[in-house]
């Protein structure tokens, strides 16, 4: 049994409402900042979101819902944070491009003809991938980036706030 296609939407607006509130009025120190060079900063998040949410998820649910041929174009998000320069972004710029690509996004799922999301094409190794797949996954994601986001913020405060953390409880 699938969730409906409204449940997500409802999800999405809520958390474009969250990501507005976690990336909202920050100076360069805070959103540059990372615990160590193998992580990432709130600036190279919201890039990622942007160009996730316009060349991944979006793209792949209407390359289904549309059942266009062949396969949707490829895609490497870990290797654009350095093709694409993320840590030399404008933080600004990026909050209002990933404004922009959500309400796209919210705008497109609103045109969905739920009976299409059964549309599916096949994954050279994955397998057959149709909209729930993408509905889900990129839910998934958001849920995912929330919580990086969301650690790296609580990281922040651990390492300038000047005061121990430990009243507040622990983080697992």
Same mark, same amino acid.
């Given at each position: 049994?699938?969730?409906?296609?409204?449940?997500?939407?409802?999800?999405?607006?809520?958390?474009?409402?969250?990501?507005?509130?976690?990336?909202? =009025?920050?100076?360069? %120190?805070?959103?540059?900042?990372?615990?160590?060079? =193998?992580?990432?900063? $709130?600036?190279?998040?919201?890039?990622?979101?942007?160009?996730?949410?316009?060349?991944?998820?979006?793209?792949?649910?209407?390359?289904?819902?549309?059942?266009? &041929? %062949?396969?949707? !174009?490829?895609?490497? !998000?870990?290797?654009?944070?350095?093709?694409?320069?993320?840590?030399?972004?404008? #933080?600004?710029?990026?909050?209002?491009?990933?404004?922009?690509?959500?309400?796209?996004?919210?705008?497109?799922?609103? /045109?969905?003809?739920?009976? /299409? *999301?059964?549309?599916? #094409?096949?994954?050279?190794?994955?397998?057959? *991938?149709? %909209?729930?797949?993408?509905?889900?996954?990129? $839910?998934?994601?958001?849920?995912?980036?929330?919580?990086? &986001? /969301?650690?790296?913020?609580?990281?922040? *405060?651990? &390492?300038?706030?000047?005061?121990?953390?430990?009243?507040? %409880? /622990?983080?697992?």
């Amino acid at each position: 049994m699938n969730l409906p296609l409204e449940y997500f939407i409802a999800r999405f607006e809520e958390n474009f409402t969250v990501f507005k509130g976690i990336f909202n =009025d920050l100076n360069p %120190g805070l959103y540059n900042w990372k615990q160590s060079d =193998d992580k990432w900063s $709130l600036l190279e998040i919201i890039c990622h979101l942007v160009d996730e949410e316009r060349e991944d998820f979006r793209r792949r649910l209407q390359f289904v819902v549309n059942n266009e &041929a %062949g396969q949707p !174009p490829g895609i490497n !998000p870990v290797q654009w944070v350095i093709e694409r320069s993320y840590s030399t972004q404008d #933080y600004e710029s990026k909050i209002k491009e990933f404004i922009n690509e959500r309400q796209a996004s919210l705008e497109f799922l609103e /045109t969905i003809d739920p009976a /299409t *999301l059964d549309n599916f #094409y096949e994954h050279p190794s994955l397998g057959k *991938l149709n %909209g729930h797949h993408f509905l889900n996954n990129w $839910l998934a994601h958001d849920y995912l980036h929330i919580k990086q &986001a /969301t650690r790296l913020k609580y990281d922040l *405060l651990s &390492a300038r706030g000047g005061v121990g953390l430990a009243y507040a %409880g /622990t983080w697992k």
